[in-house]
């Protein structure tokens, strides 16, 4: 895999988690045959399917002329059910296997309560000397909220995020991988962990690529689930802009730009976090502490952030952090449609606009707030009639 040590325009080229994903599965599938890949039935539709370049589907039935990919011997099991596709995960992996999950977003909460009883064991275990570790049980969530606009609104529920962070037994991990490059550096560490719970959250579409790999290992290793986008930030910033998501970091940093267009002096900083756990940015062995939150939010300047779930649950965490009423908070609020993909953002008030609107008015520049809800509006116009943004 070709991952780019540096990226001289950040944002100008463009990549596929999924993709990537993909590959990183195909590969773990030749290493060891011990392997095996659980999705619905949408492996193919999720842009996983190089997997398909070392294994076929489970199949033990008859095999037509016309089927592709099936095989008695295949390790990608297909099966139109989250409960019982994670139940043979989950056996597989405390077994000593390893192995794979993906499914729609709207989707996965189907399996919470048995994640919950999972992550019971797990705790469990923990305690007991003469266990032996297990792999992690790999999660990859697809088909994000963001870009339902072909489903609409019965196809969004990111609900799944905010019950693992709520359990305070910390054997759980949310990633958000900001681009293609940080998908692999995520597969990295999803790879090699044990004894918790991984799940990744992506858009399957291609998005602007933004750091290179040794930034996205950084972010992982010792930025403990964070860093600076310093491409996208200034000296004594006014505001301090946080993007928790490919989708959200593009629309926080295309919101900077409309920002600054509007007042040129206006400094931001912007930082990228790719991982959550119980009660803090990082992961469950390397949370970010106060210290390093301090130095990286600007202490007592206003902080915007744009998440990929609901926005009670990363409050929850940054309220650990600083004083809450430093917060803007932007992210899902349930409401959808069968629209546009700028339209469902700014239903839930977390577009580019509504960010530049935020920024200014954190900043304590005034004045632009109606021009930034005509755009909305417009855009919305445009979105019925025609079914595109504008």
């Not at 599938?29 to 492996?43: C, G, I, K, L, V």
């Not at 995960?89 to 296997?97: D, E, K, T």
């Not at 266990?131 to 999660?139: D, E, G, K």
């Not at 970010?288 to 902080?303: G, H, R």
């Amino acid at each position: 895999m070709n991952l780019p040590s540096k990226i001289d325009n950040p944002g100008a080229e463009q990549g596929s988690s999924a993709q990537v994903f993909g590959e990183c599965l195909r590969e773990e599938m030749r290493q060891y045959e011990d392997f095996y890949f659980f999705s619905p039935d949408e492996t193919t539709s999720n842009r996983l399917a190089d997997v398909f370049d070392a294994t076929d589907r489970a199949w033990v039935r008859e095999i037509k002329d016309w089927d592709q990919h099936l095989s008695p011997n295949g390790r990608v099991v297909e099966m139109l059910s989250e409960n019982t596709l994670f139940a043979v995960l989950a056996g597989h992996i405390l077994s000593g296997g390893r192995g794979c999950m993906t499914s729609y977003e709207a989707f996965l909460p189907i399996i919470s309560s048995q994640l919950d009883q999972h992550l019971k064991f797990l705790k469990q275990s923990s305690e007991i000397e003469w266990r032996q570790s297990v792999p992690a049980l790999n999660i990859l969530s697809t088909s994000c909220w963001q870009r339902q606009d072909h489903n609409g609104y019965t196809h969004q529920n990111p609900a799944l995020i905010s019950s693992l962070l709520s359990k305070p037994s910390n054997f759980a991990n949310c990633f958000f991988p900001v681009d293609d490059v940080a998908a692999a550096a995520t597969w990295e560490y999803m790879a090699q962990s044990q004894n918790v719970v991984n799940l990744t959250t992506f858009n399957k579409n291609p998005q602007p690529r933004w750091i290179d790999i040794n930034h996205a290992r950084y972010q992982l290793g010792d930025g403990h689930g964070c860093s600076i986008f310093q491409f996208a930030s200034d000296e004594e910033p006014n505001v301090t802009v946080a993007a928790i998501g490919d989708i959200p970091t593009n629309e926080a940093l295309e919101g900077i730009k409309l920002a600054k267009d509007k007042a040129p002096n206006l400094k931001v900083r912007f930082i990228g976090i790719t991982a959550l756990s119980f009660g803090a940015i990082g992961t469950t062995d390397n949370k970010l502490s106060q210290d390093d939150f301090d130095d990286l939010f600007a202490p007592d300047k206003p902080i915007i952030v744009n998440f990929h779930g609901y926005p009670e649950t990363i409050r929850s965490i940054f309220a650990r952090y600083t004083d809450a009423r430093r917060i803007s908070i932007h992210g899902y609020e349930d409401q959808g449609s069968t629209t546009s993909p700028l339209d469902e953002l700014a239903r839930n008030h977390c577009s580019r606009y509504d960010l530049a609107a935020d920024i200014l008015k954190q900043a304590g520049i005034h004045g632009f707030s109606q021009y930034f809800a005509d755009e909305i509006s417009e855009n919305t116009r445009t979105a019925k009639l025609k079914g595109l943004d504008k």
